[in-house]
T-cell receptor
Framework: DGGITQSPKYLFRKEGQNVTLSCEQNLNHDAMYWYRQDPGQGLRLIYYSQIVNDFQKGDIAEGYSVSREKKESFPLTVTSAQKNPTAFYLC???????????FGDGTRLSIL | GENVEQHPSTLSVQEGDSAVIKCTYSDSASNYFPWYKQELGKGPQLIIDIRSNVGEKKDQRIAVTLNKTAKHFSLHITETQPEDSAVYFCAAKPTGNQFYFGTGTSLTVIP
């Protein structure tokens, strides 16, 4: 089955720690995205990538970093500089920017 | 940038009734409008979308209408069923690579 896999489903971060969220897709999509979802809010874009080795900041990139070394993979690192990291993180992909996005089932990140 | 507003934030309907969710957008350059359904603990799933050269699109019990002049678009669900209960998000895509999402509508269908 083609789709997007996010792992882990739940993640806990200690103070001063960087954590990395995994996102893998086997849909052969060029574009990949990371969103943050907070209660009662819409999805806010953190980073996106249209092709391998290229990515752009979204509206709330501060405190986050990404890499795109392979077409299938777009990991997100939540750094210690992100002071309010508790949220539900969603990864998405699309075959092209004007095509529908397909989402993974998310990673819930909490602070210990 | 684009600003998408979504109403209502919560909606309860009796099973079999219709549900309507409305979104407005600010950027007249937006030309693609998807709707997503999100169940608890899951990622959003595309349920229907519409492009700016079309005024209405229907897929079984779900329809979307677009009024470009007024810059609003709506999701219509007819003959609602308990499994329609979820959070629904609208989105708009102007020029560039970014989608802009509404804040979501929590729909409850009462059996």
């Amino acid at each position: 089955d083609g789709g997007i896999t996010q792992s882990p489903k739940y993640l806990f971060r200690k103070e001063g720690q960087n954590v990395t969220l995994s996102c893998e897709q086997n849909l052969n999509h060029d574009a990949m995205y990371w969103y943050r979802q907070d209660p009662g809010q819409g999805l806010r874009l953190i980073y996106y990538s249209q092709i391998v080795n290229d990515f752009q900041k979204g509206d709330i990139a501060e405190g986050y970093s990404v890499s795109r070394e392979k077409k299938e993979s777009f990991p997100l690192t939540v750094t210690s500089a992100q002071k309010n990291p508790t949220a539900f993180y969603l990864c998405a992909s699309s075959i092209a920017p004007y095509q529908p996005q397909h989402f993974g089932d998310g990673t819930r990140l909490s602070i210990l | 940038g684009e600003n998408v507003e979504q109403h209502p934030s919560t909606l309860s309907v009796q099973e079999g009734d219709s549900a309507v969710i409305k979104c407005t957008y600010s950027d007249s350059a937006s030309n693609y409008f998807p709707w997503y359904k999100q169940e608890l603990g899951k990622g959003p799933q595309l349920i229907i979308d519409i492009r700016s050269n079309v005024g209405e699109k229907k897929d079984q019990r779900i329809a979307v209408t677009l009024n470009k002049t007024a810059k609003h678009f709506s999701l219509h669900i007819t003959e609602t069923q308990p499994e329609d209960s979820a959070v629904y998000f609208c989105a708009a895509k102007p020029t560039g690579n970014q989608f802009y999402f509404g804040t979501g509508t929590s729909l409850t269908v009462i059996p």
